[in-house]
């Protein structure tokens, strides 16, 4: 999408640089989010689950 809108819209070389710098660093940001806020608990609560074995 970043690439189509470069090429479309004949964004200058700086300004198209910026916005994937932008683009990569918000990417990373939501991932390391749901890694957090999401992946990590839930594996938790199904590792507590599913594989602790019960005495």
Do not use: C, N, Q
Not at 29 to 47: H, N, Q
Request: charged residues 20%; without cysteine.
């Amino acid at each position: 999408m970043h690439i189509a809108w470069v090429s479309t819209y004949k964004i200058p070389m700086g300004e198209g640089l910026l916005g994937g710098l932008v683009l990569v660093i918000v990417s990373i940001g939501i991932a390391y989010g749901s890694l957090k806020l999401f992946d990590e608990p839930v594996r938790e609560w199904l590792k507590k689950r599913f594989l602790m074995k019960k005495a």
